[in-house]
C-alpha cells in the first residue's frame, strides 16, 4: 500500500472539496488523531465540512456539519474515489 505524506493528504482534501459543493479551502483547523497513544490519522476541519483521514486504511472519509458522511476518497494507487449518492 502507497502511504502518502501528511502533506500530500492535505492537498488531495483540498483538491477533493468541489466535488462536495466547498468552494471555500480554507483550513480552519487541523489535528493529529491518536489511538491508544499512537499516531492513526489526521482530522482536516473547513467551513462545512471535516475530512479524516483514517491512515492504516488508507482512506479519507468526508463529513458535513451534522456529522452525515458525504463520501470516501481511496489513497491508494488506481483505488477509485467513491461518493454517497
Not at 502511504?3 to 483540498?14: E, G, K, M, S, T
Not at 459543493?21 to 465540512?49: H, K, Q
Not at 482512506?59 to 452525515?68: E, H
Amino acid at each position: 500500500m502507497n502511504h502518502p505524506n501528511a502533506d500530500r493528504v492535505r492537498q488531495l482534501v483540498i483538491e477533493s472539496l468541489p466535488d462536495y459543493g466547498v468552494a471555500d479551502s480554507e483550513l480552519v483547523a487541523e489535528t493529529l488523531l491518536l489511538r491508544d497513544g499512537y499516531y492513526c490519522g489526521r482530522s482536516f476541519i473547513f467551513d462545512s465540512i471535516r475530512a479524516v483521514w483514517l491512515a492504516e486504511a488508507g482512506q479519507v472519509k468526508f463529513f458535513a456539519d451534522d456529522g452525515r458522511w458525504l463520501g470516501t476518497l481511496e489513497l491508494e494507487e488506481n483505488a477509485p474515489r467513491r461518493k454517497a449518492a
